[in-house]
Structures are given as C-alpha cells and as structure tokens.
T-cell receptor
Framework: GIQVEQSPPDLILQEGANSTLRCNFS?????LQWFHQNPWGQLINLFY???GTKQNGRLSATTVATERYSLLYISSSQTTDSGVYFC??????????FGAGTRLTVKP | EAQVTQNPRYLITVTGKKLTVTCSQN?????MSWYRQDPGLGLRQIYY???????DKGDVPEGYKVSRKEKRNFPLILESPSPNQTSLYFC??????????????FGPGTRLTVL
C-alpha cells in the first residue's frame, strides 16, 4: 500500500533553534498537507502544497513532487511550536494518507 | 467563522451502549469524512461522504455507521461500542471530492473511551 514516512519521529529543540521535518511518500501525490497537532489534540492546517515552496511567518514548506518528498522548516522555534507535526499525501485526488508524525518538543 | 464542529468533545461509555458523535460544517462543503487516531498509527479514515446520501467505507469501517441526510451534517454512529474503539476521532470536510485548492479542514476531535 501507499506509505507516508516522516522523520525524525521525535525532535527536541532549545527555544530559538531551527529545524527541518521531512515527509517521504511512496507514490506520486496529487497534493500534500502539513498539520500541527497541538497539546490539546487539535489539528491545525499549516500548508496545502502540491509542489514548490510556501511560507507563513516562521514556517515554510517545500514539496518536490518528482522526488516524492516534502520538507517543513521551522525557524526560531518557540515553546508554542511543540506538538506533533503530520504530513498527509492526497492520492487519486481523494485518498488522504497520513504519516505517523514528528513529535516536537521545544524547551525554554 | 468557517469551521467544523464535533460533539461531544469527550465521552466515556460502556461496552454495548449505542452512541452518536455529531459533526457539522458551515462551509457548504460536499465532501466529509471521519478519521480515528491511535498511537503509532496516525490517522486512518473510517467513512467518507462525497455528497448528500452518498457514503462509502474508508480503511477501518468495521463497527461504525454514518449517514448524510443534510449537506452540513455527518454523524458517526457506534451501534455497539467495544474497548478497541477507544480512540481520538476527527471529522473533516473539504469542498469537493477531488481537484485543486481543496484542502481538508478538521474538527477539534472527540476523545472516546469505551470501558
């Protein structure tokens, strides 16, 4: 079946540090979304990015569809960035497959 | 405010007692779906609906039912809950089944415990 793999599974940072989270997918995707799940369990949309690069404040994402990966960059991390980051590939224009997530802890 | 709402947010119940988790969206989206999230497994789709009166199974439909009588509502029904259905449930919606500019929005989640 279709696989979406995220790395690293866990990441601990000091406040102010930068980080890169990676998402690899086993088959071509029609689209890709990044989510942040906060400590209260809510899933927050970060990026909807089939290809190219998007930026939103301290966060940016790049998807290289031809090479089947996407990267999420977090700069100048803050404690409020803590949580789990999920990527999800959209296949066949409909099926959404999630990775297992990267758990980020930002320490003050 | 455009949003997906779910109720209840937290529920503790006992094996075999029927329950319904409601989901509503105010964005006039055609497509709605339910997911469950379990540790180490990420989110898995339970059921989805492409429009009113059109529903289909996702990856893990066993033990669940859904209905789509109105465009905005998509309730999840557990006729006879069992402990292995203890999970965090998310309802989601997007404008269409497929196509560009079609990001999916998630509700706040329902944490269900079946004793």
């Amino acid at each position: 079946g279709i696989q979406v793999e995220q790395s690293p599974p866990d990441l601990i940072l000091q406040e102010g540090a930068n980080s890169t989270l990676r998402c690899n997918f086993s088959d071509s995707v029609n689209n890709l979304q990044w989510f942040h799940q906060n400590p209260w369990g809510q899933l927050i949309n970060l990026f909807y990015i089939p290809s190219g690069t998007k930026q939103n404040g301290r966060l940016s994402a790049t998807t290289v569809a031809t090479e089947r990966y996407s990267l999420l960059y977090i700069s100048s991390s803050q404690t409020t960035d803590s949580g789990v980051y999920f990527c999800a590939g959209i296949y066949n224009n409909n099926d959404m497959r999630f990775g297992a997530g990267t758990r980020l802890t930002v320490k003050p | 405010e455009a949003q997906v709402t779910q109720n209840p947010r937290y529920l503790i119940t006992v094996t075999g007692k029927k329950l319904t988790v409601t989901c509503s969206q105010n964005m006039n989206h055609e497509y709605m779906s339910w997911y469950r999230q379990d540790p180490g497994l990420g989110l898995r789709q339970i059921y989805y609906s492409m429009n009113v009166e059109v529903t289909d199974k996702g990856d893990v439909p066993e033990g669940y039912k859904v209905s789509r009588k109105e465009k905005r509502n998509f309730p999840l029904i557990l006729e006879s809950p069992s402990p292995n259905q203890t999970s965090l449930y998310f309802c989601a919606s997007k404008k269409y089944r497929s196509g560009p500019y079609n990001e999916q929005f998630f509700g706040p989640g329902t944490r269900l415990t079946v004793l």
